[in-house]
């Protein structure tokens, strides 16, 4: 047997806890270490320094003082609900995050032909059309002249 293991076993039986079979290997390693044998003793003293009464006289009506401190009835049990409420959080917001979209009125989608007079009323608002037109009166609009790439202008009236 290794000290560590006997280390082991000393806690074990300072505890109670050896079968007399671990108790005779551990008293035959004690016999030939003087490290274990020093750890045992110890350990032993420490034993019975807890087991010695501490000389601490208690009054003798204390259990009755005690007792006739204690509340007539026992505090009211915690509300149930209270202990679901973070459950119940949970799921309003899963509720929302998830459902939402699905809830909250949108506008219907606008045709394509919509879409273009929308911009060409905002393009006329802004005075751009006019800008745009020769003296002559033929339409001369370019969309890169003010601004829009010539990959979206394509798409555009």
Known sequence: M?????EKMLASRALGLL???????LARHEENCATC???AAGLEKAEQALAAPCGLRLPANLADRVLRNLPASAPPAPRRWLLWSPVLA???????????PFIRQRPPDMTTQEVLDAYSEDIKSLGLWESQTSTNGNSVWNYQDVGVPQEISQYLL
Not at 2 to 6: D, I, K, P, T, V
Not at 92 to 100: C, D, E, H, S, T
């Open 37 to 39: 044998r020093e750890r």
């Open 90 to 100: 949970g799921a309003v917001i899963l509720l929302v995050v998830f459902a939402g």
């Open 2 to 6: 290794n000290c560590s293991r006997a």
């Open 19 to 25: 079968s007399l079979a671990q108790a005779r290997k």
